[in-house]
């Protein structure tokens, strides 16, 4: 009764296009529709050379191993604890060996009394040996000084400022992933839908070709069917493409190789219970990540006023040095004796005028205090704000998540009571049509409303500080 066209793609699906009448049965339309879709719905359900079922939980538990960006966090951590050891290295004490050698081609001259007429003119003398040799070790340590004492009061800070950092890493990556896993649940989950709705539509133009046979209904009915099978056939493959850009996403955020593959797999009765949060809790600033990360930088600021103000202070540091002197005239017997010597000291070093420097780092670095005290009003506004905006797209997306549940039930009765009707000749098949599209139409969005709840518990979560990082 009609043609069929048949293009064999790269992934082995057939686009069907009807060209005329009268050369293949419904029933044989059928047979050969679901031989296409084999592959494309295995293909889009369960990727090739899958390795595992991976859950919400296990897909986070990776990210937490693998995920680059934390990664770099985490080494972050390592570079400022190094830095710390680096920077309070000037408590130690400081320990160096030099030497310097000399050769003189002629000596140096000096001027002596003449011990025959002192009050005569001095006489010129040459002095000194022609090789000296002074290897010299020193060591030094360090009493008080104003840098390493502010090295080793901000050096807690910094530690705390890098793992904070990572803590920010991880809620973004939590809820990246989380988003991702629901991205591609939805889209298998509308594959499925559509492949309903598909094999519901092939069962129609069945009914439809019965009903033109038995003389009840003209052909219009059974075209009308073979196209709609058609659009729901294409609408299928362009959703079942689309989910293996959904898992190279989850694999971006996981730092999963994407070369490997493996499939989401999910509790519908726990995933159903976690679409609820309390919306009564209360906004707590301190919750957030971002409000702790501020309040650090405002103490490590503080820390650099401190400093400069105690400029001032003079640093003391205490020294020891040795020297085993060798002087010969002969370098090949220069080694025969030593003339060594040795000191120790005391080092006071205090500032007293370097051109207002000192007054000027305090002036600045207080004004600095001053601008972060503006960042954390600002912060507070904008957390206030995420959280009214999160706050409002769950309520909305709760309200339209139960609204289209509803929907779903009643769209699928009104279809049943149209298509048996329509069996019994007592309505049109445009209105089996019509019910077909409603009942699909509902359930696509009864699906969109459940992961968009899902993400919008997700933003409120972060907007409230309590996303989980504890996998």
């Not at 959703?239 to 499939?263: C, D, S």
């Amino acid at each position: 009764m009609h043609s069929l066209k048949l293009h064999q793609g790269p992934d082995v699906f057939c686009e069907l296009t009807i060209l005329q009448a009268n050369m293949l049965s419904p029933s044989r339309f059928l047979r050969v529709l679901f031989l296409c879709y084999i592959p494309l719905l295995s293909k889009a359900q369960a990727p090739a050379d899958t390795t595992g079922r991976l859950n919400l939980v296990q897909c986070l538990q990776y990210a937490m191993t693998n995920q680059p960006a934390l990664k770099q966090s985490a080494i972050d951590e390592k570079i400022a604890r190094t830095t710390n050891l680096i920077n309070l290295s000037g408590w130690l004490p400081q320990a160096g060996l030099n030497a310097n050698y000399q050769h003189y081609f002629q000596l140096p001259t000096s001027f002596i009394p003449n011990t025959q007429n002192p009050t005569g003119p001095k006489t010129a003398v040459k002095t000194g040996l022609y090789n000296t040799l002074l290897p010299q070790f020193g060591a030094t340590q360090t009493i008080f000084s104003n840098d390493v004492l502010f090295a080793a009061n901000a050096a807690p800070l910094y530690i705390k400022g890098t793992k904070q950092n990572t803590e920010s890493v991880k809620i973004d990556l939590v809820a990246n992933v989380s988003k991702a896993f629901y991205d591609v649940l939805l889209t298998e989950a509308q594959v499925s839908v559509l492949a309903e709705d598909t094999a519901r539509l092939g069962k129609n133009l069945r009914d439809a070709y019965s009903q033109y046979v038995a003389g009840i209904v003209d052909k219009v009915d059974y075209k009308r069917a073979t196209i709609a099978l058609n659009n729901s056939a294409a609408e299928l493959k362009n959703t079942g493409e689309n989910i293996h850009v959904k898992y190279a996403n989850l694999k971006l955020l996981m730092g999963y190789p994407q070369e490997r593959n493996f499939t989401v797999a999910y509790d519908t009765s726990q995933m159903m219970q976690e679409i609820f949060y309390d919306t009564t809790e209360v906004l707590q600033y301190s919750k957030r990540i971002e409000y702790e990360q501020l309040q650090t930088a405002m103490q490590i600021q503080h820390t650099t006023t401190a400093y400069y103000a105690t400029g001032f202070l003079p640093s003391l540091s205490a020294f020891y040095n040795y020297v085993p002197e060798f002087e010969n005239d002969n370098f090949s017997t220069m080694f025969d004796k030593a003339y060594p010597y040795s000191l120790f000291g005391v080092t006071l070093s205090f500032p007293i005028f370097q051109g207002f420097k000192r007054v000027e780092n305090i002036r600045r670095s207080k004004l600095q205090e001053q601008r972060q005290g503006w960042d954390e009003v600002n912060l507070k506004l904008g957390i206030y704000a995420e959280y009214k905006q999160a706050l409002a797209n769950y309520k909305n997306n709760l309200t339209d998540f139960k609204t289209m549940q509803e929907n779903v039930s009643t769209a699928r009765e009104v279809y049943d009571i149209i298509k048996l009707q329509y069996r019994e000749g007592i309505k049109q098949y445009l209105e089996v049509i019509t019910a077909e599209a409603d009942l699909r139409t509902s359930e696509i969005n009864y699906l969109n409303a459940l992961f968009q709840l899902l993400q919008a518990k997700i933003d409120l979560q972060k907007a409230m500080g309590d996303i989980p990082t504890n996998i």
